[in-house]
């Protein structure tokens, strides 16, 4: 298997371990994709969830950007629940989870098809 392959598979876990989601495998791989490079970063392969800023750049160029969504308190809203669902006490929060989480928390998976 080649390496971002390990990562799916690592990230389905995770999905499956810590927040009890059976992942669509397509979807996954969709949003792993479009994470680019930065899934090999140790840094920026996680999401440091009690840091604003960080939460704001997913915020901003995840949702806004990439999802296209509004600017609005239900952007902060899903973003907490996401994080939530992964657990706050769990240390590495995979970007690639948190990306799939929003995703299907504001039913955009169409935006991969």
């Known amino acids: 298997m080649s390496a971002r392959e390990d990562l799916i598979v ?3 876990a995770d ?3 810590k ?8 979807l996954l791989t969709k949003v792993t994709i479009g ?14 969830g009690s840091q604003q800023s960080e939460l704001d750049t997913v915020k901003n160029n995840f949702l806004i950007k990439k999802l296209g969504l509004k600017d ?3 952007l902060d ?8 669902k992964y657990g706050r006490s769990n240390a590495n929060k995979y970007r690639a989870v948190v990306y799939y989480l929003l995703a ?9 098809n």
């Open 15 to 17: 999905l499956k371990d």
């Open 72 to 74: 609005s308190p239900d």
């Open 19 to 26: 927040c009890g989601v059976n992942p669509d495998m397509d």
């Open 77 to 84: 809203a899903g973003i907490d629940a996401v994080i939530e």
């Open 35 to 48: 994470c680019g490079p930065s899934i090999y970063n140790k840094d920026s392969s996680t999401v440091a």
């Open 104 to 112: 299907v928390h504001f039913k955009k998976e169409s935006v991969y």
């Open 10 to 12: 690592k990230y389905a």
